[in-house]
């Protein structure tokens, strides 16, 4: 059954999630992300994009100014600024008061987002690659999204165990910085520096990594993935019935928080996996 956790918003909104899960709706403005880059990366697109989300039911939009697709170039501070803010001002200025997430792995991008009306902190770093990180959701009391991302694993690395270290660490970055610990939200990062058996084994052991951290929620984020592609043979814009199936897995293991591109699709499977699980 799903562990349950309230977050406070510096809105003052209330976020919960449990039984219900959160869909967590991507916006890349970006020109080069691995399935939809170059299609929001206007104002305009990414506010469009952003009313649909709202309009299917999004709990939680995810704005992110820089690709993390391997072989992806980096930006600038600048350049990644000069993408997201304008997008956030867009979202806010339309009256929109849907749950904002920075997807970034700079301090001064979520400092700058948070400033300008986002939320939720989304480092894709696990608050491990600068320590900065953690002062600034510490700073604005945000609830913080600490993904899974060991460059060094190999296809010999013992999953579980390794990831539990690795989320140990986080969070004693976390207590040290002042970060109240039920603000963290751990992510295993699928498609990070991993097998494709591996990625299976995560979500098959989802139920494992919970029961080390029950007070803590989990997110999941396959959505179009090559974990996907590379069972079914096809490309991103053809993976809706495989991510449809690994977040009703990912759910039915405990999962509160589904990072998707496909909204409704998603939130309708979910509806069935909590009805099937909890009753209609």
């Given at each position: 059954?799903?562990?349950?956790?309230?977050?406070?918003?510096?809105?003052?909104?209330?976020?919960?999630?449990?039984?219900?899960?959160?869909?967590?709706?991507?916006?890349?403005?970006?020109?080069?992300?691995?399935?939809?880059?170059?299609?929001?990366?206007?104002?305009?697109?990414?506010?469009?994009?952003?009313?649909?989300?709202?309009?299917?039911?999004?709990?939680?939009?995810?704005?992110?100014?820089?690709?993390?697709?391997?072989?992806?170039?980096?930006?600038?501070?600048?350049?990644?600024?000069?993408?997201?803010?304008?997008?956030?001002?867009?979202?806010?200025?339309?009256?929109?008061?849907?749950?904002?997430?920075?997807?970034?792995?700079?301090?001064?991008?979520?400092?700058?987002?948070?400033?300008?009306?986002?939320?939720?902190?989304?480092?894709?770093?696990?608050?491990?690659?600068?320590?900065?990180?953690?002062?600034?959701?510490?700073?604005?009391?945000?609830?913080?999204?600490?993904?899974?991302?060991?460059?060094?694993?190999?296809?010999?690395?013992?999953?579980?165990?390794?990831?539990?270290?690795?989320?140990?660490?986080?969070?004693?970055?976390?207590?040290?910085?002042?970060?109240?610990?039920?603000?963290?939200?751990?992510?295993?990062?699928?498609?990070?520096?991993?097998?494709?058996?591996?990625?299976?084994?995560?979500?098959?052991?989802?139920?494992?990594?919970?029961?080390?951290?029950?007070?803590?929620?989990?997110?999941?984020?396959?959505?179009?993935?090559?974990?996907?592609?590379?069972?079914?043979?096809?490309?991103?814009?053809?993976?809706?019935?495989?991510?449809?199936?690994?977040?009703?897995?990912?759910?039915?293991?405990?999962?509160?928080?589904?990072?998707?591109h496909d909204v409704r699709a998603n939130s309708d499977a979910l509806r069935i996996a909590q009805a099937t699980l909890y009753g209609p």
């Amino acid at each position: 059954m799903h562990t349950h956790h309230a977050y406070t918003l510096r809105s003052g909104q209330k976020l919960i999630a449990g039984p219900r899960a959160l869909v967590m709706g991507i916006l890349n403005v970006t020109p080069d992300s691995f399935s939809d880059g170059g299609t929001h990366d206007s104002v305009e697109t990414a506010l469009a994009h952003a009313q649909a989300m709202v309009a299917e039911g999004v709990d939680i939009i995810d704005i992110g100014g820089e690709s993390t697709r391997p072989g992806h170039a980096p930006v600038s501070v600048q350049e990644e600024l000069d993408r997201v803010i304008p997008a956030i001002d867009a979202i806010r200025a339309a009256g929109i008061t849907t749950p904002i997430s920075i997807d970034t792995m700079k301090p001064l991008v979520a400092d700058q987002a948070i400033q300008a009306g986002a939320d939720i902190i989304n480092d894709v770093n696990g608050l491990q690659a600068d320590p900065y990180m953690a002062d600034v959701a510490t700073l604005y009391g945000v609830p913080t999204i600490a993904m899974h991302w060991d460059r060094n694993w190999t296809a010999e690395t013992d999953v579980i165990p390794a990831m539990i270290a690795f989320f140990n660490q986080t969070v004693k970055i976390a207590s040290d910085a002042g970060l109240a610990r039920e603000n963290l939200i751990l992510d295993p990062g699928l498609g990070f520096s991993k097998t494709l058996n591996q990625n299976y084994s995560i979500l098959r052991q989802l139920p494992e990594l919970i029961r080390a951290f029950p007070d803590l929620a989990t997110l999941v984020g396959t959505s179009r993935k090559s974990m996907i592609g590379k069972v079914l043979r096809n490309e991103p814009s053809e993976r809706l019935a495989g991510t449809l199936a690994t977040t009703v897995a990912g759910y039915e293991r405990g999962g509160h928080i589904f990072r998707v591109h496909d909204v409704r699709a998603n939130s309708d499977a979910l509806r069935i996996a909590q009805a099937t699980l909890y009753g209609p």
